[in-house]
């Protein structure tokens, strides 16, 4: 009887996750129209928000070839498998949309309308600007097309049933570009977008709950279960103003410095996933870009984990 309501319950939750689509009026807004002008949109640019977004260090495995898919990121939920990013018609994006690419980014759908994991961080991609996005699809298409087909995830059961990410949606997705506070500078807005966009530094910082959402009460606290929870990677640490907890201690040019090297104000250097952040993501933006995270970083409310 249980057997049968859980398949009943999962039935519901799959019809209901199908018009997903339909519960994110918000959204309709950042879809480019029919036979929109790609000439417009900005390839350098986009190489920069490429950076920024860190495509090249997911998409890419271990001593494999560039956006090619394939990397494995372990998590509590089962083991994700980065797809080919690259234009190939065949295994990649080279059959892709704008308008395809900007709903991914964005809603997490595939152009056939299946829902992706988060472990593709479109929960923070969804705050980018349209021209951001147009910019970055435009870039992409710059890229050599590679054809190589990537594995399919390792999750277990509820985990593996990809429909129930309709639902999830519904509890943890919140749809719509980053809209800048009139109350704070330009420069605190454009760290912020940064921060909650494309560099999407909550993904890794901030806590998950059991499902897999961010615990926003502790945002940017850490993760020291990041990872599968069984492999000693040093979890992702506090990266708000707690004095004790998080880098308080921290000046802005510190920051700025730690985020451009990896090198921390006591002499240390930024290991783990981070060491490979810096090298493919901060230390390829602006110094200006960097100082707004800085600023925007000291802002945030210090918090720390229970």
Not at 48 to 77: D, N, Q, V, W
Not at 192 to 199: E, H, K, L, M, S
Not at 265 to 288: C, F, I, Q, R, W
Request: with cysteine; hydrophobic share 40%.
């Amino acid at each position: 009887m249980r057997l049968i309501r859980l398949l009943l319950f999962l039935a519901v939750v799959a019809a209901f996750a199908a018009s997903i689509p339909a519960f994110f009026p918000s959204l309709i807004w950042q879809m480019p129209k029919a036979g929109a002008d790609l000439a417009t949109a900005d390839a350098a640019r986009g190489a920069y928000l490429f950076a920024m977004a860190g495509c090249a260090g997911c998409h890419t495995r271990k001593g494999g070839t560039p956006l090619a898919g394939g990397r494995e990121i372990a998590s509590p939920f089962g083991v994700f498998v980065s797809p080919n990013i690259t234009p190939d018609a065949a295994t990649g994006i080279g059959g892709w949309t704008e308008a395809d690419f900007i709903r991914a980014m964005t809603l997490g759908l595939s152009p056939d309308e299946r829902h992706y994991y988060p472990a593709f961080p479109y929960v923070s991609y969804t705050r980018m600007t349209p021209d951001d996005l147009r910019d970055l699809w435009a870039y992409l298409k710059t890229i050599p097309p590679v054809t190589g087909r990537t594995g399919g995830h390792r999750l277990a059961f509820p985990y593996s049933f990809r429909p129930g990410l309709g639902l999830w949606k519904l509890l943890f997705l919140e749809p719509g570009r980053y809209r800048p506070d009139p109350g704070k500078s330009r420069n605190w807005n454009r760290g912020a977008y940064i921060v909650t966009g494309p560099a999407h530094c909550g993904e890794c910082h901030t806590r998950r709950n059991i499902l897999g959402g961010l615990r926003n009460s502790v945002r940017l606290a850490g993760a020291p279960d990041y990872g599968d929870g069984k492999t000693k990677i040093g979890g992702a640490p506090n990266i708000t103003p707690h004095k004790a907890k998080g880098i308080g201690g921290w000046s802005l040019e510190e920051i700025v410095f730690a985020l451009q090297t990896g090198v921390t104000p006591a002499g240390d250097v930024l290991g783990g996933e981070m060491e490979e952040v810096v090298t493919n993501v901060t230390s390829k933006l602006t110094d200006a870009d960097r100082r707004t995270i800085a600023e925007y970083l000291r802002s945030v409310p210090p918090k720390a984990l229970e």
